[in-house]
C-alpha cells in the first residue's frame, strides 16, 4: 500500500496542526448549522498533545509525510469493562476508496483486542453511508439510535 500507518506523533506539533485543523470540521459536513467556535481549534491542539496513553490515537501518512488520515479511539469503563469510543476518523477526499478507513479500522480492533477491550463503539450521522457500510462490512451492527431536536 502507498501509506504508512503508524501511531500519531503528539510531540509533533506540525503534524498536530495538520490534524486537529481538518478534525474540527468534520461534524460541519453532516449539519451546516455546526461551525466551529473560535477556541475549537486550539482546543483540539491542546487536547492531541496531551493523549492519554491508553487512547488510540492513528495515523495514515503519504509518501511525502503528510497524514491523509485519522483515527481516535479513547478508552472507556462501561458497566466495568473496557471498552473503546470512537472519537474521529476521516481520510482526505484526495484519498478515499483505497482502503485507508478500513486499515485505520482493523488496526484499531488488533490494539482493541491487545487490550482487552468487551468492545469498540462508534456513531455516525444518519446520511453518512460511507461510514455505516464500512463499518457494517467490518462486522459492527447498529445497536442504538441518538436523536436530536433542535431548539
Ligand atoms: C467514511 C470515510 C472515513 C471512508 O474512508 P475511505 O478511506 O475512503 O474508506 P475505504 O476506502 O477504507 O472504504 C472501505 C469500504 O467502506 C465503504 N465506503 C467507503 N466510502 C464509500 C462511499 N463513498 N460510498 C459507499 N461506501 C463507501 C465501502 O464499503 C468500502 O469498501 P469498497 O471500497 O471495497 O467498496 C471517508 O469517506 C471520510 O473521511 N468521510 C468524511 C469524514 C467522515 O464521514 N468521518 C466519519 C464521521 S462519523
Known amino acids: ?18 490534524i486537529a485543523e481538518r478534525d474540527i470540521l468534520i461534524p460541519t459536513l453532516f449539519d451546516p448549522d455546526l461551525q466551529p467556535a473560535p477556541t475549537m481549534l486550539s482546543d483540539r491542539i491542546q487536547s492531541l498533545g496531551k493523549m492519554r496513553d491508553e487512547d488510540f490515537a492513528d495515523v495514515a501518512v503519504d509518501s511525502s509525510g503528510h497524514v ?23 481520510v482526505d477526499p484526495a484519498h478515499r476508496r483505497k482502503g485507508v478507513a478500513k486499515n485505520l479500522k482493523l488496526r484499531a480492533e488488533r490494539w482493541g483486542r491487545e487490550q482487552g477491550l468487551y468492545c469498540i463503539y462508534t456513531h455516525t450521522f444518519v446520511q453518512n453511508e460511507p461510514m455505516v457500510d464500512l463499518n457494517k462490512k467490518l462486522g459492527f451492527e447498529i445497536i442504538s439510535y441518538r436523536l436530536q431536536k433542535k431548539l
Open 1 to 18: 500500500m502507498e501509506f504508512e500507518f503508524r501511531r500519531m506523533n503528539g510531540a509533533d506539533p506540525v503534524e498536530v496542526l495538520s
Open 68 to 90: 491523509v488520515g485519522f483515527h481516535l479511539i479513547r478508552k472507556d469503563i462501561f458497566f466495568g469493562r473496557a471498552v473503546g469510543n470512537v472519537s474521529t476518523l476521516w
